[in-house]
């Protein structure tokens, strides 16, 4: 079965790692979540890629903080491609995360989104828009979710154009 994997590299990471896995879930998308680590559990690590690999996984998203190797280190096990998420919540709230899953030599590409929840967001887009090359009916999904995020938008200003117009 096809699936998209997510790794976070600790249970602090839960938290924003919904926020993707949530967005995956409504686009009917099947995928798994588990805790590794590149640095505590290097091990488990591989065989975990090797195995997710072997049973279906299209995409990888990696999701850690601090010096971040989890998106690098399965990008250089896989071929599949691995979005990283730079996780926040260190000293230097995610600058250090986003350099370190940023900055891979040419050859070994990880796609790095944003900072934290925007990023943990972007990660499942990108995944679909990604999956949507050969799936019509994700891509069919998609173009709805951009014209429902328009709606909306448009609603919001109404709201606000209504809110500003009632205090003048
Ligand atoms: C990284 O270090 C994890 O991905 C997490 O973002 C950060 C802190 O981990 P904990 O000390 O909270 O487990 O490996």
Known sequence: ????????????????????SKILSNFDVPFELIISSAHRSPERTQ?????????????????????????????????????????????IDGIDALYSTVQMPGGIPVATVAIGKAGAKNAA????????????????????????????LIEDSKKIEVLIKEKA
């Open 47 to 91: 065989e975990y890629v090797k195995d997710a690999s072997e049973r279906g996984a299209q995409i990888f998203i990696c999701m850690a903080g601090m010096a971040a190797h989890l998106a690098g280190a399965v990008a250089a096990m896989t071929t599949k491609p691995v979005i990283g998420v730079p996780m926040p919540g260190s000293a």
């Open 1 to 20: 079965m096809k699936f998209v994997s997510i790794i976070i590299g600790s249970k602090s990471d839960y938290e924003i790692a919904n926020e993707c």
């Open 125 to 152: 887009y990108l995944a679909l828009q990604i999956l949507a090359l050969c799936n019509d009916s994700i891509a069919s999904k998609l173009a709805d979710d951009r014209a429902k995020q328009s709606e909306a």
